[in-house]
């Protein structure tokens, strides 16, 4: 009997067969501690002025929960859609692309540019593009050797008692 542990998709403990109750139980302790310290860790890179200027809606969608079912067990720290639009969580995690934005559900796109120091009124905008400011996948890279411990230490401390 042993268990899977997957960080990045990479197996850091090796594969074997279903979760034993005792590994279940100490990993239903463990994980939602573990869990929310990389909330924590998440939530340190979303404070404003750290990564981005402004992140005052992107902070409270921050979530984390732990997942359970027959199979596996583990927790996620994720953006809920329902208070943050997920693609542009996405956006701001990996980037974008040079593209157009085009008024669609308007007739003009209104917006104030600081550089210019007043409100635009325009059909459509070239957009730069957008190199994006990892605040996920960087505090799971930075986290990674500490997730691995702490749940290589719930392993071998159930395999023995």
């Keep these: 009997m042993a268990v899977e542990v997957k960080v990045d998709d990479k197996a850091v403990i ?3 067969g ?3 109750e005792a590994l279940r139980s100490r990993l239903r302790a463990d994980l939602p501690t573990l869990t929310l310290t990389v909330k924590a860790a998440v939530a340190n890179k979303l404070v404003p002025g750290a990564l981005f200027r402004t992140t005052t809606h992107l902070l409270p969608a921050l979530s984390s929960q732990m997942v359970e079912n027959r199979d596996e067990i583990y927790g996620r720290v994720y953006i809920n ?5 997920g693609v542009v969580a996405a956006t701001l995690e990996s980037g974008s692309v040079p593209h157009v934005i085009t008024a669609v559900n ?31 996948q ?10 691995t ?5 719930s392993v071998m401390e159930t395999i023995n008692r």
């Design 14 to 16: 090796a594969k074997y």
């Design 18 to 20: 279903r979760l034993s």
């Design 81 to 85: 859609e329902s208070k943050f639009p």
């Design 106 to 136: 308007a007739p003009f796109l209104v917006f104030f540019w600081e550089r210019m120091g007043h409100w635009m009124r325009i059909k459509s905008v070239n957009h730069p593009g957008f190199p994006g400011r990892s605040y996920m």
């Design 138 to 147: 960087s505090t799971l890279d930075e986290m990674d050797g500490y997730i």
């Design 149 to 153: 411990a702490a749940l290589k230490r």
